[in-house]
């Protein structure tokens, strides 16, 4: 029944007002002005910001250089896009390479590139802007332009365009998106239409209801080269597979929400799994009351 009253509630929610672009970048540029310096090994960075716009969909005139991550849910999502050279100058730093190497030399370094590309990413996470809504345990991955386009459809999203350079050196693009809901920009609506809105919480007058609970015991990612040459009988390797480390979760409206992980073990000859610790108190608490529409107005 929560769960249902969680999907109406969701499904019922009037948008908040958005936000000045301007607004969100000056303390986010703040904040990653530090960790994009360490990265590239320089205490000289300058950053300016070129443009910041709310998009629906994703440009394709992005820098070549793209990875992304995912939150919480399917609607918190980030994602960074840098130039060749800014991405090939600090993996070169890092590996003491020339700077000016040329493209003969770089070509071999691309996979370590696109690695050092999503450690920018893990570094700009376990800041404070993102942090809360970033499980621990992020995985970045590199993507293009159209992919990107694919897994962002429908999402509203944050674009700040930043110009980065040391002390006396060309710029380099920068582009960093990022959801709404992944920079908390909609927390402090919320909480005001929790303190005005009287209607009550949504009754349990719905009954039961099934859902279903997946374990997951491992991911793994393949190419769609790699599924098509699957036989039956094949064995799959599965590096982090771990029987004490299971993660139950459920289908939600956002998509598959984790509840807590678990063991597997057998209950009276059949298999069963053991939960390692209590559900998530977040996940039994009541769908929040909406604002009344007057309340709020859509910019």
């Known amino acids: 029944m929560t769960v249902i009253a969680r999907k109406i509630a969701h499904a019922a929610k009037v948008a908040p007002a958005r936000p000045d672009a301007d607004s969100v970048a000056d303390p986010l540029i703040a904040e990653i002005l530090p960790i994009l310096a360490r990265w590239m090994s320089t205490d000289t960075l300058k950053l300016h910001t070129v443009q910041v716009s709310w998009i629906s969909e994703i440009p394709s005139d992005l820098p ?6 995912k939150g919480e849910t399917s609607s918190n999502r980030i994602a960074i896009a840098t130039s060749d050279h800014f991405s090939s100058l600090s993996a070169c730093r890092l590996l003491s390479l020339p700077e000016n190497a040329d493209a003969a030399t770089l070509k071999p370094l691309k996979p370590f590139m696109e690695q050092n590309l999503s450690d920018l990413g893990l570094r700009l996470t376990r800041g404070t802007a993102f942090q809360s809504r970033l499980p621990d345990r992020v995985i970045w991955t590199n993507e ?13 999203i944050v674009r700040i365009d930043i110009a980065c350079a040391e002390v006396g050196s060309p710029p380099s693009m920068i582009t960093i998106m990022a959801t709404p809901e992944l920079l908390g920009l909609y927390d402090e609506c919320d909480e005001d239409a929790a303190e005005t809105d009287e209607n009550p919480v949504l009754s349990p007058r719905l009954g039961p209801c099934e859902v279903e ?28 597979l771990r029987f004490d480390q299971l993660e139950l979760n459920i289908a939600m409206n956002e998509g598959r929400i984790p509840l807590v992980d678990a063991a597997l073990g057998a209950d009276k000859g059949r ?24 309340k709020r107005s859509a910019a």
């Open 213 to 240: 609970i997946k374990a997951v015991a491992d991911r793994i990612r393949m190419s769609v080269a790699d599924c098509s040459r699957l036989e039956i009988g094949q064995i799959v390797s599965l590096p982090g």
């Open 64 to 69: 070549p250089c793209i990875v992304s991550a």
């Open 271 to 294: 298999k069963a799994v053991r939960l390692n610790r209590g559900l998530d108190p977040a996940f039994r608490l009541p769908p929040m009351p909406d604002a009344a529409p007057t």
């Open 144 to 156: 293009t332009a159209e992919t990107l386009g694919v897994l962002c459809r429908d999402l509203e």
